[in-house]
Nanobody
């Protein structure tokens, strides 16, 4: 019912910046909440940030002050601006949406922070 496609991942040096994009197949005005999560191999998928339809945001402690979630309603896009990247930010980043009492996930995009 909701297709989410992430893009923008890649290799970046520590201290660098990267912007991830999530394209939604429905009007994001209709989505109750969206967010970004990340996961490393064999580990639990962790919350990075969420944003509700009202614009209320929440950030994990490890990314607060460095990452910012934003939306472009006209393009049905959600972004994750990542600044001052650290080695521990290396993970597959997944876009998430809560819509009509169901949870949707994108396929993920790899972010690798390496010197």
């Amino acid at each position: 019912q909701v297709q989410l496609v992430e893009s923008g991942g890649g290799l970046v040096q520590p201290g660098g910046s990267l912007r991830l994009s999530c394209a939604a197949s429905v009007n994001i005005f209709s989505i109750n909440a969206m967010g970004w999560y990340r996961q490393t191999p064999g580990k639990e998928r962790d919350l990075v940030t969420t944003i509700t339809y009202t614009g209320t945001t929440n950030y994990g402690d490890s990314v607060k002050g460095r990452f910012t979630i934003s939306r472009d309603f006209a393009k049905n896009m959600v972004y994750l601006q990542m600044n001052n990247l650290k080695y521990e930010d290396t993970a597959v980043y997944y876009c998430n949406a809560d819509f009509n009492d169901r949870t949707y996930w994108g396929q993920g995009t790899q972010v690798t922070v390496s010197s």
